[in-house]
Nanobody, 121 residues
């Protein structure tokens, strides 16, 4: 019923930038919140940044001042601008959405397929 499709990952040198995108499509009535998580090898998945419909944002301390989350409500898309990337940012980044379905008016939360971000010289 709902798909979250991520794009924008890749290999970048330390200090470089990447922009991730995640588009939600399907039977969507409204989106409550969207966010980006990441999971590095051998580590638990962690919240990187989140944003509500009203634009309120939150970030994990390690990315504050370097990453910016934004969203286009008309396109059901969330972005993550990542600047000053460090090797420790290397992980699979996952998009998450908390939304309401058109068909059932029920709440749905799910994940995208993930996109690899590798920061290395």
């Amino acid at each position: 019923q709902v798909q979250l499709v991520e794009s924008g990952g890749g290999l970048v040198q330390p200090g470089g930038s990447l922009r991730l995108s995640c588009a939600a499509s399907g039977s969507i009535l409204s989106i409550n919140a969207m966010g980006w998580y990441r999971q590095a090898p051998g580590k638990q998945r962690e919240l990187v940044a989140g944003i509500t419909t009203g634009g309120r944002t939150n970030y994990v301390d390690s990315v504050k001042g370097r990453f910016t989350i934004s969203r286009d409500n008309a396109k059901n898309t969330v972005y993550l601008q990542m600047n000053s990337l460090k090797p420790e940012d290397t992980a699979v980044y996952y998009c998450n959405a908390d939304l309401v379905l058109t068909t059932s008016r029920r709440r749905w939360a799910g994940w995208g397929q993930g996109t690899q971000v590798t920061v290395s010289s």
